[in-house]
């Protein structure tokens, strides 16, 4: 079946929205074979959900949603699969214990506690938080162009600083 009329047939049956979905989660699981890459991880699937935030990362299925409402912006599905395949690599240094990892032994704490926490502005404190917003930060202007700027100024100074000590 030509491309055309694969497409043509694909909106009749799914409409439009969920062709422009898969279309965006192409692109994004390019990306996410470069970001595996430049981590060192095996690529994990991109898919689409209903969900009350951006996105999610499933530690014991090893993929990444992103919210079905969120996933028609680019910039903020890039910003999120980033996040997430931070989030991955993270629980890959805790779970295949490389101790060499200078955060090795704090991920691992945050990991086993983050499913305790119930307020979110205090998973916002942990480290592997602080690593993922610093490295979603820094590969966007890197890799993208594209200067990313959290919405506070404390939190947007503690990523720079992060930023400027681990990633440059």
């Given at each position: 079946?030509?491309?055309?009329?694969?497409?043509?047939?694909?909106?009749?049956?799914?409409?439009k929205?969920?062709?422009?979905?898969?279309?965006?989660l192409s692109q994004l699981n390019e990306i996410g074979y470069a970001l595996a890459k430049y981590l060192e991880v095996s690529?994990?699937?991109v898919v689409t959900e209903k969900m009350e935030e951006d996105?999610?990362?499933?530690?014991?299925?090893?993929y990444i949603a992103i919210?079905?409402?969120?996933?028609?912006?680019?910039?903020?599905?890039?910003?999120?699969?980033?996040?997430?395949?931070?989030h991955y690599k993270q629980l890959m240094c805790v779970t295949q214990k490389i101790t060499t990892e200078p955060n090795y032994e704090s991920w691992k704490e945050d990991l086993r506690i983050i499913n305790q926490i119930k307020d979110p502005a205090d998973t916002m404190c942990l480290s592997v938080e602080i690593d993922?917003?610093?490295?979603?930060?820094?590969?966007?202007?890197?890799?993208?162009n594209?200067?990313?700027?959290?919405?506070d100024p404390?939190?947007?100074e503690i990523l720079i600083r992060y930023i400027k000590k681990n990633f440059n």
């Open positions: 079946m030509e491309d055309i009329n694969l497409k043509k047939e694909f909106i009749k049956y799914f409409g929205k969920k062709w422009d979905e898969e279309e965006i690529p994990i699937p996105s999610r990362f499933y530690t014991k299925e090893l919210s079905d409402v969120l996933i028609s912006d680019f910039t903020e599905s890039l910003k999120c699969l980033i996040h997430e395949y931070r993922a917003y610093a490295f979603t930060k820094y590969l966007m202007d890197k890799w993208f594209i200067e990313i700027i959290h919405y404390l939190y947007e």
